[in-house]
């Protein structure tokens, strides 16, 4: 698959269950924070959220935040989920996908990053051999870079959506 395509595409964190998780083979997941925990910038994790990582923990799924961001914006994040994270991930580069799967123990191939982005969370995936879900985002972001990103997101999102829909038809 290119580069730009994630493994699944769902509609909300919450929407990852389990079952999904354990049909990919997974056993570590790796989370974006801005769009896919919370809006972009808040401190005020998506409702339910929290229940959702505390079932996937107890599930014996490995979480960790991994983001671009600092310390300053993840940390106090994190806290809200009791989850280790990794600051400056650099994503799209694989560097730092590849130090969070070694701090939980695991391959990258049983990994899967969750995220709202084709161009970081997805690229970055696939540049180093992880599974992805990409997210709906959430908020809509109105700096330039955003919407441009958004515009070139579009033909992934559409190309996995028409995806999902014949292999709904297929069941």
């Given amino acids: ?17 389990p079952e999904i998780l354990a049909e990919m083979k997974v056993r570590a997941v790796l989370l974006d924070v801005d769009d896919t925990l919370s809006a972009h910038e808040s401190q005020t994790p998506f409702p339910g959220s929290v229940e959702w990582a505390a079932g996937m923990l107890q599930h014996g799924f490995r979480l960790m935040i991994l983001s671009n961001n600092t310390k300053d914006r993840v940390a ?3 806290e809200h989920y009791s989850l280790p994270f990794l600051t400056f991930a650099a994503k799209p580069l694989p560097v730092g996908y590849l130090r969070a799967a ?16 084709v161009f970081t969370d997805v690229l970055g995936a696939n ?9 709906d985002p959430i908020t809509l972001q109105e700096s330039f870079s955003f919407r441009v990103r958004r515009e070139w ?11 999902e829909e014949r292999s709904q038809k297929n069941e």
Avoid: N, W
């Avoid at 699944?8 to 929407?15: A, C, P, Q, V």
């Avoid at 701090?103 to 990994?111: A, D, I, M, N, T």
């Avoid at 997101?153 to 995806?163: C, D, F, S």
């Fill in 1 to 17: 698959m290119a580069l730009r395509y994630p493994t699944k595409m769902l509609h909300r964190i919450t929407d990852v269950s």
């Fill in 127 to 135: 540049l180093c051999g992880m599974k992805s879900i990409l997210l």
């Fill in 153 to 163: 997101e579009k033909p992934v999102r559409q190309k996995m959506a028409a995806r």
């Fill in 76 to 78: 106090p994040f994190a």
């Fill in 102 to 117: 070694r701090r939980l123990g695991v391959k990258p191939r049983e990994c899967v990053i969750v995220g709202d982005q």
